[in-house]
């Protein structure tokens, strides 16, 4: 019989594997999984609201269905970390925020009821940065989760609990949302595989709002096969996001074997380098050359256009986000985290012809991403400028520029944000003082197969995504 931390040490696909085969049963994961978070909880911080019982209930129903022949996929008797920005009927929301602080919703997130229908269940709901507005995991109100690779470093944000806790093993997969890189910053900090789905392709139906124009749902994993499993699960057309986009049925885990010989891979010679980690930047051009061992092509590309991604970001980001809680800052203000105040506020300042012409450059940089892709299969960067910072810092020296934190985790990620593209984070290595690094590989539109299939590829030949932390 398999130990309960061997278990815990599983991929999603393993445990799957495990489950369908009987050898081991989903009350058996669960078990081993709620263990472990007893263990741990306590010095990560990862949970804001624990869903033990109801998670031990799920697992017992999943157990009797597999056991009647009703065996449902690979997501059957599986937990997952859920981002407290999602609805889970019964369990609160806090949205990290003490204003939610006793919200209940009478009814699940359109991603969680898909989870649910597919067998797997909530083990708890994570830390994020209120209204999901930070790139570092800080919270005034519930505590930054540590990072487990390091206790005093970032897990990175705004999914900072998802991440911490899928790397240090309290449940094998989780829900995230990226609206400047939240799923893909904490896994590039905590070395997870996480990707960011075109602009959408999830639903975000039940899911608290920062930015209409960048929101996007999407799992961190610990391999892009896990992540095409999930992907399986929440893709798909929902007429409660308006935001919601029809597009062809695809199994993500198909042609995750296709391998990528012949693909053309476009890396930018402008912006990423400006402020980049001397030891991610080493990992970065060592991953391109293993993805040319496997027979892709690495070229280096032109676009100037990147320069104005932080600008359109910040000036749309703001201006959405206070339009949604522009009344909790003028109202409510003392019960925010004053950062995010703050960049709830600096959206009153952004004028509407400002916020017009982000909105037609963001339309017009769009239009030059894709034009890239009518020569490149797929496009690579750094996922963050640096490894994970102290956790109290607010500036560091990359590369021996001086910067912001969030800039430097930022101005990578946002990239295809703006352009609405899916994007797939990835580890390939460690820092010399042990923190992982980590690439981002971004494809067109809908193509968030390819994105996965290259991912996957990489992760054949190196095994980056298999280290875990020592806690």
Wanted: with cysteine.
């Amino acid at each position: 019989m398999t130990s309960s931390q061997d278990l815990t040490s599983l991929t999603v696909a393993e445990l799957g594997d495990r489950i369908r085969s009987k050898q081991a049963s989903p009350v058996e994961v669960a078990q081993a999984f709620v263990a472990r978070a007893d263990a741990l909880e306590p010095k990560l911080g990862v949970f804001v609201t624990r869903s033990t019982e109801q998670a031990l209930v799920a697992a017992k129903q999943a157990e009797a269905e597999i056991a009647a022949g009703d065996y449902k996929g690979p997501m059957h008797g599986i937990p997952v970390g859920v981002k407290d920005i999602y609805w889970t009927k019964g369990v609160r929301t806090t949205s990290g925020s003490k204003v939610y602080a006793n919200f209940v919703p009478n009814r699940d997130s359109t991603a969680v009821a898909r989870l649910r229908e597919a067998g797997a269940y909530s083990i708890g709901k994570t830390g994020t940065v209120e209204f999901a507005f930070d790139p570092t995991g800080r919270n005034a109100h519930y505590g930054m989760p540590k990072n487990p690779w390091r206790l005093d470093c970032m897990p990175g944000g705004s999914s900072s609990g998802s991440g911490a806790g899928t790397a240090a093993g309290l449940f094998p997969i989780s829900l995230g949302t990226d609206t400047g890189g939240s799923i893909r910053i904490p896994s590039a900090l905590c070395g997870l595989t996480g990707i960011k789905p075109t602009f959408g392709l999830t639903s975000r139906f039940g899911v608290t709002p920062l930015s209409w124009s960048f929101d996007t749902v999407g799992p961190m994993a610990r391999s892009a096969e896990d992540a095409a499993i999930a992907l399986n699960v929440l893709a798909g057309y929902d007429p409660e996001d308006p935001g919601s986009i029809y597009s062809e049925k695809v199994d993500y885990t198909k042609g995750l074997d296709g391998g990528i010989r012949g693909l053309r891979i476009g890396v930018p010679k402008e912006y990423v380098w400006d402020v980049i980690d001397p030891e991610m930047e080493a990992a970065f051009w060592k991953a391109m050359a293993d993805l040319e061992e496997l027979g892709a092509i690495v070229e280096e590309i032109s676009l100037p256009e990147l320069d104005w991604v932080p600008a359109i970001a910040a000036a749309m980001t703001t201006v959405e986000a206070a339009t949604v809680y522009g009344d909790l800052a003028r109202n409510r203000g003392e019960d925010l985290d004053s950062s995010v105040l703050r960049r709830v506020q600096s959206g009153f300042f952004v004028s509407a012809e400002t916020y017009m012409q982000a909105a037609r450059a963001r339309v017009l940089f769009s239009r030059r991403m894709n034009a890239a892709f009518g020569s490149i299969d797929l496009m690579a960067t750094p996922t963050v400028a640096m490894p994970a910072p102290p956790h109290n810092a607010e500036r560091v020296l990359v590369g021996g520029v001086d910067t912001a934190v969030r800039e430097a985790l930022l101005r990578d990620t946002r990239v295809f944000n703006v352009s609405r593209l899916p994007a797939v984070a990835m580890p390939t290595g460690f820092s010399s003082n042990g923190l992982p690094l980590s690439m981002q590989i971004a494809a067109p539109a809908f193509k968030d197969a390819l994105a996965l299939r290259a991912a996957h590829a990489y992760q054949q030949v190196t095994a980056w995504h298999r280290a875990r932390p020592v806690i």
